[in-house]
């Protein structure tokens, strides 16, 4: 996987790699809004993970670098907008007071606003996510060869 996301960058030179596994970043990339002032760059897949380094912390505040993306709501963390993918995947698109149950954070009203703006309006973006979740979620279950019934 890595190796076919790597090979979307063209142009190694013009910004540094991500700092979770070193590689080349192709958008869309998070840049930590808080650890500065060299920026913080992580791929999609080391932020899903919730990496961390030194100062940076997985709660902090992120930008979402992208051409193609709009930068989503600063007062959601990336762990939130992990966990509401995974309460909507988990309850249900639409049993909104379940997912702010699960969320705990945030109530029914920003869940359902927030997912109708930032994912619903992109797919390709949750999508991608959710993709790289899946991955990650699939690598995790050969390691153990575990199968859950
Ligand atoms: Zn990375
Ligand atoms: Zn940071």
């Known amino acids: ?10 142009d190694p030179s013009d910004k ?3 700092r979770g ?10 840049k930590c809004a808080e650890c500065g002032p060299s ?7 080391c ?12 709660n902090h505040k992120y930008e979402i670098m ?7 709501e600063p007062s959601w963390t ?15 698109f639409g049993n ?14 920003e869940c359902e606003a927030h997912y109708m703006k930032n994912f619903i309006n992109n797919p390709l973006f949750s999508s991608t996510l959710l993709n790289l979740r899946q991955i990650e979620e699939a690598r995790t279950a050969d390691t153990f060869q575990s199968h859950e019934t």
């Open 16 to 18: 540094p790699p991500c």
């Open 78 to 92: 990336a762990q939130e907008e992990m966990a509401l993918l995974e309460a909507v995947m988990d309850c249900g």
């Open 66 to 72: 992208t051409s193609d993306f709009p930068v989503l």
């Open 21 to 30: 596994c070193s590689s080349i970043l192709v958008e869309p990339y998070i």
């Open 96 to 109: 909104w007071q379940d997912v702010a149950y699960q969320m705990r954070t945030k109530n029914k009203e």
């Open 1 to 10: 996987l890595m190796d076919h996301l790597a090979s979307f960058g063209n």
């Open 47 to 58: 932020f899903t993970r919730g990496f961390e380094f030194k100062k940076h912390e997985s």
């Open 39 to 45: 920026p913080f760059l992580l791929c999609l897949q």
